[in-house]
DNA sequence: GAACTCGGTAAACACCGTTCACTGAGGCCG
DNA sequence: CGGCCTCAGTGAACGGTGTTTACCGAGTTC
């Protein structure tokens, strides 16, 4: 079964004890607890040890957001496949509170992939492409805007969007799903980077606690926001109104 | 004039020394150069000297927190005062900018006040609330709401907007203008809420890099969500259409 | 002028990231 | 099997960090 050599198999369990080690201490006691010697006395190895498997700390950091971006990427698709297929508005809610509840409960780990300076993730919002961009395009793809938003975008925005909407095409497609251009036109490409700007915007302010005044019930604020989205997008499905 | 004594002079100067080089380390060089022993070879003294102005370098680091706000207050303030006092879109624009601007040409202070985990800030909101909250609320009062937002705010958000409506009332007052609860209503005070949502999630998500795909022209971006801000509030004064 | 305050110092402690020469077990090949 | 090479892991070291401690000496007060 096992076709690696002794070491190779030795390595990569010292690997993963690496990485659940600096995770834990992550999640536990911060980012600046994150420390070589720390995570290596844990391991059980030395230090220096650690430069078999990482360029520097900076590095171990870097793969660290990775493994989060795959953990959240992961909880965030289970929890989009738990919903009804077909229930576009619940689909969103579950996402979204899913991604606040994970953010406030896992501020250190938010903050290092979500608001780090320093460019850790790989490339250009490379990592949120995985996370939430097919999980939008997937949403409108299994139920598509029903009317074209009403105002078009500027000519300064049309080349990027235009852009962004191929990059979810194809990232759509490669879940094995069709979507048409028509579709997911550039009014809703605006729309979803708009929802993700409020989204990003609220869980952040939440997590940083830079509300201008003490929100007792931030969750009913979130929601709302949630459904404002919606309401936006004309998915809440009312039925006709005078 | 001067009636401090000799040592009070020395140390009032020592301590704006500090204070400039810890700023000017944290601009140039970043969070992590803001070091105890590099600011005070700067100034001149040595790292032991520090305690006797500072308990600790968090302690350090959230006075220079403050020194940040206040200027960034400062900064907002005087953009504010260069407009026409009675074009509000004009307004909103021009600190909507200033506070993007200043983000971008200094992100770890940004970071630092906006981005951090650790409450380095004194109490929840409270610098927030000399800088946007005042300016938000001047702007209303300058020039009230033409209309009520139509939708009424959900009840579980209803006590907590109505304890933020109060508190910018009061802090409009203190700046010697008056507006009624009539003026800055809930409707209101929900809008405004959001609109530091966009505005703040926009900026984090420009400084931090995490923007779903590369925006080529995120000022463009920038602006047209200022306007679909004002557009919402119907203050854009558009002349009668059909 | 004595007593006191207090900014500044040097030395030390425990920690940090990182480099380096070295060891020794694992794997490969004749 | 023996010899060689690879490479995870080591201990020591370097220069850096925040922080504590005992001490000095100028500024201030009485």
Redesign the pocket.
Known sequence: MTEA????R??AE?ERDIRRTARALLVERGADA?????I?RAV??????L???YD???DLLARLCDDICGDLDRALSAELDAQASDDVPAQVFAVGRRFRKWALAHPSEFALVFASTDGRVKEEGDQFGKIFLQLAAGLVAAHPFPKPVPEDVPESLEADLRAFQHVMIETVRERGVEIDEDVLHLGAIYHILQSWVRLYGHVALEVFGRFPFVVSNPEAMFDRMLGQMLGELSLTHRPDRP
Chains 1, 2 share one sequence.
């Not at 994150?34 to 720390?38: C, D, E, G, Q």
């Open positions: 050599t002794r070491r190779e030795l390595r010292t994150v420390t070589l010697r720390a290596a059980g190895i030395t230090a220096p040890a430069y078999r498997y520097s700390r900076e």
